[in-house]
């Protein structure tokens, strides 16, 4: 499994906006093969933040992920919407039983 880390910090007077694209963003690959789960939140800490968690199947389905131009559209648009552009972490992940 691919997991997948991200954040966003918005100016004030866009973050409706990037929360906005971002909610889009997430229903939208939702529907995508490979796609486990993917969820955005607002960081308790800094409510201009935005946090992302995605969880594929594998790492061919998040590159097909990225390929979608929605995707590199939202990407541009976060960017553009940013105060900080924040970053992504990807990880390969296996689940455990504790």
Do not use: N
């Not at 694209?21 to 486990?36: A, F, L, M």
């Amino acid at each position: 499994m691919i997991l997948v880390t991200g954040r966003v910090t918005a100016k004030p007077d866009t973050f409706d906006e990037m929360l906005r694209v971002s909610h889009e963003h997430v229903h939208r690959s939702r529907k995508e093969p490979g796609c486990i789960s993917h969820d955005v939140s607002i960081d308790s800490d800094d409510p201009l933040t935005l946090q992302f968690v995605e969880r594929w199947a594998d790492a061919a389905a998040l590159k097909a992920h990225f390929r979608v131009k929605e995707s590199q559209t939202l990407w541009k648009t976060l960017q553009s919407l940013a105060a900080d552009p924040g970053g992504m972490h990807i990880y390969e992940a296996q689940e455990v039983s504790v």
